[in-house]
């Protein structure tokens, strides 16, 4: 049987997963116990972080907590938790970049100062379901529908020792199903790694970059082909040339057409339309 790249890949992914199971979730368990630790210590205390929910965490226990988590989301990339951990302990450098390109931009700095969120509670989810199909409102409520997935989903920053830059922080998680919008890619795994590989080359974040490079370990060889001749070097593309998505302010473009929000930030079509039936991640 000829054995190729396309074959091996898969097999070796899996390798190295069982092989490391459970050192990962040694880890894991100790990087979960810390959080439920400092986050028991804090609620039994009177709040003095820098916003709410914050938690002060020294550069030593930072590392453990990237460490463990980075380990806990290799093992299982639907614990968010561990993901959401994971990018708060690592992206220092990047979220000033890009706090400094939403500061640069006349949008950006609006978004900077009055911190919209996107939750269900600020969404005029009736109005939405009334705009015409191919508005952006009408396509993202529909990938939600699709997909099954909810904005309230999205975690609440707590590792990220500056105000502002747990709010860039915030503000690109609740960004990313809308990312997922404007690329057209479902939540299951081959889109959710097409996603991350736009984010790494977009934010510089060292949790998309770790995500882009170890989430391929998960799909079979039919998938990684779609993955290495189309949708990965168009993902990589389009993350480099497109304007600062977090620059944009959404929540004021709900009846803005798709295609003309797509060409405004740079961004190509998807060369694939992928299906949202496969297993998810939300």
Request: charged share 20%.
């Amino acid at each position: 049987m000829r054995i190729t790249a396309f074959t091996m890949w898969p097999c070796v992914g899996k390798a190295l997963l069982r092989s490391h199971q459970q050192h990962c979730f040694l880890i894991s368990k100790v990087c979960a116990q810390q959080l439920h630790s400092r986050s028991r210590e804090f609620t039994d205390s009177c709040y003095d972080g820098l916003y709410p929910g914050h938690i002060f965490t020294t550069p030593i226990q930072k590392a453990l907590l990237a460490v463990g988590s980075g380990v806990a989301a290799l093992q299982n990339p639907y614990r968010h938790d561990m993901v959401a951990v994971l990018g708060e302990t690592t992206g220092h450098l990047a979220l000033i970049n890009l706090r400094n390109r939403m500061r640069n931009d006349p949008e950006g700095y609006t978004i900077l100062t009055e911190r919209p969120r996107i939750r269900l509670s600020t969404l005029d989810l009736s109005k939405m379901a009334s705009l015409p199909d191919g508005s952006f409102g009408r396509e993202y409520l529909r990938f939600l529908d699709d997909n099954h997935v909810t904005p309230d989903t999205r975690a609440d920053v707590k590792f990220v020792d500056d105000e502002e830059l747990a709010y860039v922080m915030q503000r690109y998680r609740e960004v990313h199903d809308l990312l997922h919008t404007l690329l057209g890619m479902p939540t299951n795994m081959l889109g959710e790694v097409a996603v991350k590989l736009f984010e790494a080359a977009q934010t510089g974040l060292p949790m998309c970059t770790l995500g882009a490079v170890l989430g391929p370990l998960r799909l079979n060889a039919r998938r990684l082909q779609k993955l290495f001749t189309s949708l990965g070097p168009w993902a990589l593309r389009n993350g480099r040339q497109a304007h600062c998505v977090l620059s944009i302010f959404y929540e004021r473009r709900w009846d803005q057409s798709l295609e003309d929000l797509r060409q405004e930030l740079n961004i190509e079509p998807p060369p694939l339309i992928l299906s949202a039936s496969n297993k998810r991640i939300t």
